[in-house]
C-alpha cells in the first residue's frame, strides 16, 4: 500500500466514525458513503476479470458485504427527536461491521507477508490475478453500503410513517 491508499482507507475510517455521531437521517447522509466507494473504485479499479472462478470470488465477497451492509443497517440505532425527524446513530457494532478495517487488513496483510499464501490460494481456486482481488472487494464494499443504505432507509421510512399515525395527545384543562 503506497501513501495513496492510506489516505482513501483513512477517509474511509473517519466516514465510518462520523457515523458514530447522531445526525438527522437524510438522503445525503445515505449516499455519501456510496459516492465515496463509488470514487475510490474509479481510482482503483483497472479491470474486471471474468475467467477462472473471478465471478464465484464476485459473487462470494459480495454477499459478504451485503450481509455485513444489512447487520450494521439493523444495528445503526434509529429514533424519532420532538420534531418527529429521524436521528441516526451507529453503535461500535455497527462501526465494526463496516468491512473498512477488514479490506484494510486485507490488502496490508498481502504485501506484508500473506502474499504467498493469497496466491496459493488464488492459484488452488482458480482465481486469475491481483485485478480480480481488487474488483472483488469493491463488490463487496459496494454491496455493503447500497444494502446498508436500503436498510436504513426501510428502517427511517418506516419509523416517519409510524410518527405520521401515532395519535396526537390531547390535554384537557381542568
Do not use: K
Not at 100 to 114: D, E, I, K, Y
Amino acid at each position: 500500500m503506497n501513501a495513496t491508499d492510506y489516505i482513501i482507507n483513512a477517509a474511509l475510517v473517519l466516514l465510518v466514525l462520523r457515523q458514530i455521531r447522531e445526525m438527522r437521517l437524510s438522503w445525503q447522509i445515505l449516499v455519501l458513503p456510496v459516492l465515496i466507494v463509488i470514487g475510490a473504485a474509479a481510482y482503483y479499479l483497472r479491470s474486471v476479470p471474468l475467467a477462472g472462478n473471478d465471478v464465484v470470488l464476485y459473487v462470494a465477497l459480495g454477499a459478504v458485504g451485503a450481509t455485513l451492509g444489512g447487520l450494521c443497517g439493523l444495528a445503526t440505532h434509529l429514533r424519532r427527536d420532538a420534531e418527529d425527524r429521524v436521528l441516526a446513530r451507529a453503535g461500535w457494532i455497527a462501526a465494526i461491521l463496516w468491512g473498512v478495517g477488514a479490506r484494510m487488513g486485507f490488502a496490508w496483510a498481502s504485501t506484508h507477508g500473506a502474499g504467498p499464501a493469497i496466491e496459493r490460494f488464488s492459484i488452488g481456486h482458480s482465481i486469475t490475478s491481483v485485478n480480480a482481488w481488487v474488483a472483488a472487494l469493491f463488490r463487496m464494499a459496494i454491496a455493503e453500503v447500497v444494502v446498508r443504505l436500503a436498510v436504513m432507509g426501510l428502517r427511517g421510512n418506516r419509523l416517519a410513517a409510524a410518527a405520521a399515525v401515532a395519535p396526537v395527545p390531547v390535554s384537557v384543562g381542568v
